[in-house]
């Protein structure tokens, strides 16, 4: 009895350290694992994986040819050059400065990605060629071209913070959201909130009145208007961890923290009565955050 005592206890003992080892990071024969978020773009039946840190800079590299209304193609082109020079481990804000040279190449929607990236940065042509692939397939999920291509797993909650309104009725963290955003994308039509918070107008025990939910419209319902709210839907994924990010929908479809693993499904419309583009959030995205 005694010894299986033993046993069992230095058995419980090695699981303890590697729980405590994935919690850091570190995987069996010392692999990192991703614990706290990885992310995943599919295109032509590829699938590509990133870090947490990967997806969010990706995310604002693609916000900036959007905010500039530049088209994905100018994405790719960027998305190349930090993928293959800088592995997207560098601050993003630095993309800008290969935005403006790329606005000095003539006709570049027209020439190779590869090419036009060895004329706005100094890495070799090959390098390009390989990370192109991974890289058109993050300009067009990360600029809305290609809609729920783009998805991440987040792992674990949020810490509790004070849940005080703003002036805007907002909380500390729904702030720090539409901070980021306008940051990114530059104004959006937004609402779902306001001074005091909001009190009618959304499905019982909405986030709304909790001051927890922003709505960003993308008005009317087109083709065109679709692509930028996939845009900032995918985005707000991307940076889901970084921003306590639980729940966003778009489009009839939802991806929520709890369940990220499962990516983008399909929306359940409450049942109640009201149009149709609205319940099914056609025209615009819901963001809401933790507690």
């Keep these: 009895m005694r010894k299986h005592l033993i046993v069992l206890g230095i058995v419980i003992a090695v699981a303890l350290v590697f729980a405590g080892l994935r919690l850091l990071g570190v995987g069996v024969g010392g ?16 699938t590509y994986d990133l870090s947490a840190d990967q997806a969010e800079r990706a995310s604002a590299v693609a916000a900036e040819a959007v905010r500039r209304g530049l088209p994905a193609r100018a994405a790719s082109v960027v998305l190349t050059v930090e993928l293959a020079d800088h592995s997207l481990d560098r601050d993003a804000a630095k993309a800008g400065a290969l935005y403006d040279r790329l606005s000095g190449v003539a006709d570049y929607r027209q020439q190779s990605v590869p090419g036009v990236a060895q004329q706005i940065s100094d890495g070799s042509r090959d390098s390009y060629r390989d990370a192109e692939p991974e890289a058109r397939a993050l300009a067009s999920a990360l600029t809305g071209n290609t809609p729920e291509a783009f998805s991440c797993v987040v792992k674990g909650g949020s810490d509790e913070v004070s849940d005080q309104l703003s002036g805007a009725g907002l909380t500390s963290r729904a702030e720090a959201l539409r901070d980021d955003v306008r940051q990114a994308y530059g104004g959006l039509p937004e609402g779902g909130f306001q001074p005091g918070g909001v009190t009618t107008g959304h499905m019982a025990g909405s986030a709304h009145y909790e001051g927890r939910a922003v709505d960003y419209f993308f008005r009317p319902v087109n ?65 809401d955050v933790a507690d």
Excluded: F
């Excluded at 990192?32 to 599919?42: D, I, Y």
């Design 31 to 46: 692999v990192p694992v991703l614990s706290r978020e990885s992310c995943t773009v599919t295109s032509e039946g590829e």
């Design 223 to 287: 083709a065109r208007n679709n692509i930028k709210g996939w845009s900032l839907a995918q985005y707000l994924v991307a940076n889901a961890d970084r921003l306590d990010i639980e729940t966003v929908i778009y489009d009839d479809r939802i991806w929520t923290r709890w369940r990220s693993a499962a990516g983008w499904r399909d929306y359940e419309i409450p049942d109640r009565g009201g149009d149709q583009a609205i319940l099914e959030h056609r025209d615009h995205v819901h963001v």
